[in-house]
């Protein structure tokens, strides 16, 4: 789309050199370059936004997904620091019931 809009306003502007010696084919290929030029800073004006619309949406669903990947890993980070506690309170009373029992041999 971009290369006919600049092939559109070439071909306006060799237009205009052409028609230079007629007033009224002048003023009006002005007032057509001026709405072609209007039409098509609107055209892209509606692109960046659609642009960057797909940016923010792309932007959230990032961050969603990070999101959740990072619940996850802390979940499991819980999870394992839960079973170290576990595993060592079980180690130590082990060791706890160990002793009284080689105390007494």
Same mark, same amino acid.
């Not at 802390?74 to 839960?82: F, H, T, V």
């Given at each position: 789309?971009?290369?006919?809009?600049?092939?559109?306003?070439?071909?306006?502007?060799?237009?205009?050199?052409?028609?230079?010696?007629n007033y009224?084919?002048?003023?009006?290929?002005?007032?057509?370059?001026?709405? /072609?030029?209007? @039409?098509? &800073?609107?055209?892209? !004006?509606?692109?960046?936004?659609? +642009?960057? %619309?797909?940016? *923010? =949406?792309? #932007?959230?669903? /990032?961050?969603? @997904?990070? &999101?959740?990947?990072? !619940?996850?890993?802390?979940?499991? +980070?819980? %999870?394992?620091? *839960? =079973?170290? #506690?576990?595993?060592?309170?079980? @180690?130590s009373q082990?060791?706890?019931?160990?002793?009284?029992?080689?105390?007494?041999?």
């Amino acid at each position: 789309m971009e290369k006919f809009a600049v092939g559109l306003l070439v071909g306006g502007i060799i237009g205009a050199v052409i028609t230079a010696n007629n007033y009224k084919m002048r003023t009006l290929v002005k007032k057509s370059q001026e709405e /072609v030029q209007a @039409k098509l &800073d609107q055209f892209m !004006d509606d692109k960046i936004d659609d +642009l960057e %619309k797909g940016t *923010e =949406k792309i #932007k959230q669903a /990032v961050k969603e @997904k990070t &999101d959740k990947i990072i !619940d996850k890993a802390e979940e499991k +980070l819980d %999870k394992s620091a *839960e =079973k170290r #506690k576990t595993s060592a309170r079980s @180690k130590s009373q082990t060791k706890a019931n160990e002793k009284p029992a080689n105390a007494n041999a």
